[in-house]
């Protein structure tokens, strides 16, 4: 992936890189959050989201703290992220939050368009926990 954004970046420039990076990423992450709605007989609440969890923790992927967990709102923290240590280990650290935190909001778009998404701090981006919100 460092090859693609540098092509780009040295092609169109590094705003030019992280557009295009980040346009296809969203364009996945909506596809994704469909298909996994799609499985389920009824749209998805977040209940189901919570069922749906497990698949990014998967392997200490992700180490997390729920806060509030109901019907109507989810609330946890992400206290480890191997994704962020894996980028930076890999030399993607600049964007790793386009291939994967701006996913987030996103699969949450194809997954249940109603479902409120916020998140105003990441690891990847230097903070001690990513808090997502929903």
């Known amino acids: 992936?460092?090859?693609v954004f540098d092509e780009i970046?040295?092609?169109?420039?590094?705003?030019?890189?992280?557009?295009?990076?980040g346009k296809a990423c969203s364009n996945s992450?909506?596809?994704?959050?469909?298909?996994?709605?799609?499985v389920l007989?009824?749209?998805?609440?977040?209940?189901?989201?919570?069922?749906?969890l497990p698949n990014w923790t998967k392997e200490e992927a992700l180490e997390i703290e729920v806060l509030d967990e109901a019907a109507s709102v989810m609330n946890f923290n992400v206290t480890r992220c191997?994704?962020?240590?894996?980028?930076?280990?890999?030399?993607?650290?600049?964007?790793?939050?386009?291939?994967?935190c701006s996913?987030?909001?996103?699969?949450?778009?194809?997954y249940n368009s109603e479902i409120k998404f916020e998140r105003t701090q990441t690891i990847m981006k230097g903070a001690k926990y990513c808090d997502f919100r929903l």
């Open 9 to 21: 970046s040295n092609n169109f420039g590094i705003k030019a890189a992280e557009e295009i990076i």
């Open 82 to 100: 191997r994704y962020a240590e894996m980028y930076e280990e890999m030399g993607l650290k600049d964007i790793g939050h386009l291939l994967s």
């Open 1 to 3: 992936m460092k090859n």
């Open 103 to 110: 996913r987030d909001a996103d699969f949450c778009k194809g």
């Open 29 to 38: 992450a909506i596809a994704h959050g469909a298909a996994m709605a799609d």
């Open 41 to 52: 007989e009824k749209k998805p609440d977040l209940r189901d989201f919570a069922d749906i």
